[in-house]
């Protein structure tokens, strides 16, 4: 019997150190030009897919971690060198972790290469299941399916909102209404290939941060796709909508499947953020001479440090054990998996705030990071699920009861 241990192993850790560099002398160096473009950074994404950073390949070494922890240490290196392009390069995952969640073998090999693309050309990957009327009242959602027999064919319409690579992506899997009043239960998820008509994004949304990440609303005006492109297939399907009309309890739902298994990932895209506000300002306290003294020499200031690094290794704690109970098929008893986004991102929102404290006025100047990993921050107590979604996800399962 194996003692406990929290020691990174041998692998682990040169995934981390590989990862960091990259983030260390590519990302960084990119980051502020590409927030103020606020452009998609296709040569940082074809450096890292040159590198093997970014493909299928990278995800599958990654996933096969027993542990879970190879996502989460790759997920919080990048985004340590800049939020922005680290969604850049990993929002795919999240169209990925859909079609793992809910597809079968055949079209996992079939699409999830064309999500990528290659090295000479890389593509991306949207998924698309936010609306105007339906962000975290999932069961609202307005877009719908219908399967015509004729043609074996699914047509789609409706409309998504804030899909990250929405309209520019390769491939985009989008979720959609089948029965209606089943609510969340009578949804699936499809597939969209390249190049289908009727699909269409709106142009770039200005956001607040994140933003050499391509964020757009997706239209679709009776899409139309092949059968097999419903995720699972259309038997698992029928017999899913099967057990939701008696009434019998569900074995899951498209986008809730998926955002369980993306979760411990974006808690530790929101540590990486405020990771790196954490070792700024601890450095620049360090320099920083105000009354003839280092400012860290005050208490008010290297206590706030002291809080800052505390509650960083504490989410980070959190964001590990949800990441290894996903790996492992443990179930969120306790909500572990919301637990561990809601801790990372309200910590993130946190610690960037403190170290734009902590450089006074040069921490509102865009000479120094802190003001643009202050903006990045503020998604991660929204997107994925909000803070107070979190908290009803925690409290509905240790309560054992249906609160609203």
């Known amino acids: 019997m194996p003692e406990f241990s929290l020691d990174l192993n041998e692998e682990q850790r040169d995934l981390r150190d590989w990862v960091h560099g990259f983030a260390k002398d590519v990302v960084r160096p990119a980051a502020a ?31 096969a971690d027993p542990t ?32 793992y969640a809910t597809g079968t073998p055949d079209q996992m ?27 975290s009242d999932v069961g609202s959602m307005k877009t719908r399916a219908r399967y015509d027999e004729a043609t074996d064919e699914w047509v789609i319409s409706g409309q998504k909102a804030y899909a990250t690579n929405g309209g520019i992506a390769n491939v985009h899997v989008v979720t959609a209404s ?37 964020t757009a609303d997706v239209f679709l005006d009776d899409v139309r796709v092949p059968g097999r492109c419903l995720l699972g297939g259309k038997e698992a399907l029928d017999a899913r909508l099967a057990r939701a009309r008696e009434g019998r309890k569900a074995q899951g739902q498209a986008a809730m499947r998926t955002f369980e298994l993306s979760r411990p990932a974006v808690g530790a895209q929101a540590l990486g953020v405020a990771r ?4 700024y300002a601890l450095e620049y306290a360090k320099g ?14 290297a206590f706030a440090l002291a ?16 990441a290894w109970m996903g790996r492992n098929n443990r179930p969120f008893e306790a909500g572990e998996g919301s637990m561990s986004k809601l801790k990372a991102g309200e910590v993130a929102v946190a610690v960037t705030e403190k170290a734009v404290q902590i450089l006074g006025g040069a921490g509102f100047l865009r000479e120094h990071p802190v003001e643009r990993w202050f903006r990045d921050a503020k998604i991660y107590t929204i997107f994925e699920g909000t803070s107070e979604i979190q908290r009803l996800v925690v409290a509905r399962a240790i309560s054992g009861t249906y609160i609203r």
């Not at 699409?111 to 698309?128: I, N």
């Not at 009354?291 to 008010?300: D, L």
């Not at 809080?307 to 949800?322: G, P, Q």
Request: proline share 6%; with cysteine.
């Open 288 to 301: 920083r001479v105000q009354f003839g003294r280092p400012i860290i020499e005050n208490q008010a200031i």
């Open 178 to 214: 089948i029965e209606p009043e089943l609510g969340s239960r009578g949804q699936a998820a499809f597939v969209v290939p390249p190049g289908t008509p009727g699909l269409n994004g709106s142009r770039k949304l200005k956001k607040l941060g994140l933003r050499a990440s391509h």
């Open 68 to 99: 879970g922890l190879s996502l989460c240490l790759s997920n919080e290196e990048l985004f340590w060198g800049d939020a922005g392009i680290g969604l850049a390069i990993f929002g795919t995952s999240l169209a990925v972790a859909a079609i």
């Open 33 to 63: 030009e590409w927030d103020a473009r606020e452009e998609t950074p296709w040569p940082v994404i074809q450096e890292a897919a040159k590198i093997g950073l970014y493909g299928f390949e990278f995800l599958a070494n990654t996933w």
């Open 307 to 322: 809080d800052m690094r505390m509650e960083i290794d504490a989410a980070r704690l959190l964001v590990w054990r949800a």
């Open 276 to 279: 790196a506000a954490y070792e």
């Open 109 to 135: 090999l079939e699409w999830v290469p064309q999500c990528f693309g290659d090295a000479a050309e890389p593509k991306v990957a949207a998924f698309c299941t936010t609306e105007p009327e339906a962000g």
